[in-house]
């Protein structure tokens, strides 16, 4: 049996989570204190402590990711652009732990060259917040 990329699995647990994560946003506007998710739609080189799936990206790797993933992740990251822009952040993301996740996600993808233009523009709708807070 063949072990599975990092890469890979990024993408599989994002493909299989992202529904229901795109419906807590949708119902709440924020995300919930109970769900366990950050890692999977804000991935860095670091692997998430309580991440059950160990999930992270490298630079090597990072535009593959970017090729390779379902587009449904660059709608949910504009969505929450559009929420925190709308709803500011720290309400969006109350655990303080989560919004230092986002400013590691947006220190990583800033180092990647890449021609995806929606992670770009991601990039800097995110950096316009104070994720240190």
């Given at each position: 049996m063949t072990a599975i990329s990092?890469?890979?699995?990024?993408?599989?647990?994002?493909?299989?989570?992202?529904?229901w994560i795109e419906s807590e946003l949708n119902d709440k506007h924020k995300k919930s204190?109970?769900?366990?998710?950050?890692?999977?739609?804000?991935?860095?080189?670091?692997?998430?402590?309580?991440?059950?799936?160990?999930?992270?990206?490298s630079i090597e790797n990072a535009n593959y990711v970017l090729k390779y993933a379902s587009c449904?992740?660059?709608?949910?990251?504009h969505n929450i652009?559009?929420?925190?822009?709308?709803?500011d952040n720290t309400v969006v993301f109350p655990n303080?732990?989560?919004r230092k996740r986002i400013h590691y996600f947006i220190e990583f993808w800033k180092k990647i060259p890449t021609n995806q233009s929606w992670?770009?523009?991601?990039?800097?709708?995110?950096?316009?917040?104070?994720?240190?807070?």
């Open positions: 990092e890469e890979d699995n990024l993408l599989d647990i994002q493909d299989i989570n992202i529904s204190d109970d769900s366990h998710w950050i890692w999977w739609i804000f991935p860095t080189e670091k692997k998430g402590k309580n991440d059950p799936f160990k999930t992270c990206v449904r992740w660059s709608n949910i990251l652009c559009n929420l925190i822009d709308t709803y303080h732990n989560d992670m770009k523009i991601v990039i800097d709708r995110l950096e316009k917040h104070d994720w240190c807070t």
